[in-house]
Nanobody
């Protein structure tokens, strides 16, 4: 029902910036809670940041506070993750995820996932 495709990952030096994009299919995007997860090698998948369906509310993990910003453009069915001041510890596969639940904060189970995009931050 919901297809998600991430893009924008790559290799960046510490202190640099990247902007990830997640394009969603269908007409349901405007009612979906969207978020980004990440998984580093040997680590558990962790929640990064989420945004409400309207874009009015965001919620983020302490590890990215002040550095990452999630946003969405419902007219384009796209959610973004703007990452600045990147650190080597940010290196991970980043996944876009979606759910219809409006429960806040937007942590927990997500029904729809993208394929992931690799972010590598060199020291």
């Amino acid at each position: 029902q919901v297809q998600l495709v991430e893009s924008g990952g790559g290799l960046v030096q510490a202190g640099g910036s990247l902007r990830l994009s997640c394009a969603a299919s269908g007409r349901a995007f405007s009612v979906l809670t969207m978020c980004w997860f990440r998984q580093a090698p040997g680590q558990e998948r962790e929640f990064v940041e989420g945004v409400s369906a309207s874009g009015d509310s965001t919620y983020y993990a302490d590890s990215v506070k002040g550095r990452f910003t999630i946003s969405r453009d419902n007219a384009k069915n796209t959610v973004f993750l703007q990452m600045i001041s990147l650190k080597p510890d940010d290196t991970a596969v980043y996944y876009c995820a979606a759910r219809f639940s409006t429960t806040w904060p937007p942590v927990g189970r997500y029904a729809y996932w993208g394929q992931g995009t690799q972010v590598t931050v060199s020291s």
